[in-house]
C-alpha cells in the first residue's frame, strides 16, 4: 500500500506498507492514544479508498465515528462491535480477521500474550486482511507476533502560511520494530486528505523511552 511517505515507506521490505498483516500501536498516555487512533484513521483511509469495510473492536469505545470522515471514511463503513471482557475481544478480533472481504479489523486491546498474537498473524496472512492492535498503557509488552510494533505522539500543529487558526493534525511518528526493515522516527501530518512529511525540526523535543507502569 501507498501512503505516500516516501522516506518512512523505505523502512519496509520493498518499500511498501505491509498489508495483510497485524500492526500493533503502543501509548502510555491519553495524548499518545489520541495521536494513536488519528495517525491508523489515516492507514484506514488508504486502505478504505474505494472499497472494503472495517470492523473496530473495543471493551470501551473511545473514537467518535462522524471525526472518521477527516481522514476519508465514512462511518457507516465502520462496524464497531463492543465486547464485555478483553477475551471475548481477542475471540472477536481472531474471526474477523478471518473474514477475507474485509479491509481491515481495528482492535483496541491492552494486552496479548505471543501465541494469541501469532494466530493473529496467521489468520490474517491467509486472510490478506490488515490488521491493527491498539494497547493502551500494556501491563507488559513483551515479544508478540505482529510485524510492526509503533509508538505515535502528538506534536504541536504549524499554521498555514502565517495564518491564525488550528493547523493540520501532526504526529511524531516512532517505528519501533519492523520484521526485516529498519526502525526510525518521522514527523508526519495529516493535510488535505492525505499523509505528509513535516520537517523534523518543527518537532518536540525528544520523547522519553516507553515506560510501563504496573498496575493490578
Known sequence: MDIGLPALEAAFPQAVFPTGAVHEFISSTREDMAAAHGFVAGLLGHLMRTEGICIWVSTARTVFPPALTNFG??????????????????????????????????????????????????????????????????????????????????????????????????????????????????VVEWAEGRFREAQRHEAQNEREPLRIVQTG
Open 73 to 186: 471514511i465514512s462511518p457507516d463503513r465502520v462496524i464497531f462491535i463492543d465486547c464485555s471482557s478483553e477475551h471475548d475481544l481477542l475471540w472477536a478480533v481472531e474471526e474477523a480477521l478471518t473474514c477475507e472481504g474485509l479491509a481491515s479489523v481495528v482492535g483496541e486491546v491492552r494486552d496479548i500474550d505471543f501465541t494469541t498474537s501469532r494466530r493473529l498473524q496467521l489468520a490474517v496472512e491467509k486472510s490478506r486482511v490488515t490488521g491493527f492492535l491498539l494497547r493502551h498503557q500494556p501491563r507488559r509488552l513483551g515479544t508478540v507476533a505482529c510485524v510492526t510494533r509503533w509508538r505515535i505522539a502528538p506534536l504541536a500543529s504549524q499554521w498555514e502560511d502565517d495564518m491564525p487558526g488550528v493547523g493540520f493534525p501532526r504526529w511524531q511518528v516512532e517505528l519501533l520494530k519492523i520484521r526485516n526493515g529498519k526502525p526510525g522516527t518521522w
